[in-house]
């Protein structure tokens, strides 16, 4: 989860709730989910653990499917969202460098653009190793190469509002150049078995929304703090100018990678 205080994790949770049902983002984030849960064979008895699970979009669909699900996040109010989703599941607030599950306990492992915020991306991958069982498998989704997709345009816009973080530091593409996800899976004991790129349309009806969601990541946030609010939100409006569609909201065509990893 990236936001860095509760109110813009509330928006950013309910965000991903309820898109696509009206007038709020439109993102097209359920295909990326169901295609990692068909790679790594969710059945009627996997237990499953969604780390950075969010307001529970992915777990939800695990569970549809049978599927036992747990979900850890550092937002109380995205864990509140995902366990009023998914009443059955355990969803738990925590930090991904110290999962609060015993040893081998879940056969699925999921991630989707969490492991890239871990402050030592290596040692949360660790721990989902450490919870998986021997047969376990690890899915995870991170931001492909920032020039493969057109948000990054406007994320960069923000972050220029902000001082500079260092280059090791956590963020959306920490993981993202090439071979980067892969050494840390194994530098962690994984073995990569399957690696792939998924295509995501976001969509926003208006500017208000669109500025109230990309404010609420922690790039937003930390730009907020450094050169005020207004002055985010009119950077903002003017990177989406060239995204706007025909309706009059905005839409950005990006690019996900995954990993499936034992």
Not at 119 to 125: G, H, K, P, S
Not at 210 to 236: F, L, N, P
Request: glycine residues 12%; proline residues 6%.
């Amino acid at each position: 989860m990236e936001g860095a205080n509760e109110d813009a994790a509330h928006f950013w949770a309910t965000w991903k709730r309820c898109a696509g049902l009206g007038a709020v983002p439109r993102v097209a984030f359920p295909p990326l989910y169901e295609a990692i849960l068909d790679r790594v064979g969710i059945r009627g008895d996997t237990q499953l653990l969604d780390v950075g699970c969010g307001p529970g979009g992915a777990a939800a669909l695990a569970a549809a499917r049978g599927a036992r699900v747990a979900g850890l996040d550092i937002s109380a109010t995205a864990v509140e969202l995902a366990a009023e989703r998914v009443p059955n599941g355990d969803f738990r607030v925590g930090d991904m460098e110290s999962l609060p599950w015993t040893d081998g306990f879940f056969d699925v492992v999921t991630g989707f653009n969490s492991f890239q915020f871990a402050r030592n991306r290596v040692a949360a991958l660790v721990e989902a190793r450490r919870v998986l069982n021997g047969f376990g498998k690890l899915g995870i989704v991170v931001w492909a190469r920032p020039e493969q997709s057109q948000q990054p345009r406007v994320m960069a816009a923000i972050s220029a509002l902000a001082p500079s973080q260092p280059p090791d530091a956590p963020g959306p593409f920490a993981l993202s150049k090439p071979g980067a996800l892969e050494s840390a899976l194994e530098s962690a004991g994984f073995k990569s078995v399957a690696t792939g790129e998924i295509p995501i349309e976001v969509g926003y009806p208006d500017g208000d929304t669109a500025c109230k969601a990309m404010m609420a990541g922690s790039a937003g946030v930390r730009a907020v703090q450094h050169s005020g609010e207004e002055r985010v939100k009119q950077t903002i409006l003017q990177a989406l100018e060239e995204y706007r569609s025909d309706t009059g909201g905005y839409r950005m065509a990006n690019r996900f990678r995954f990993v499936i990893a034992e």
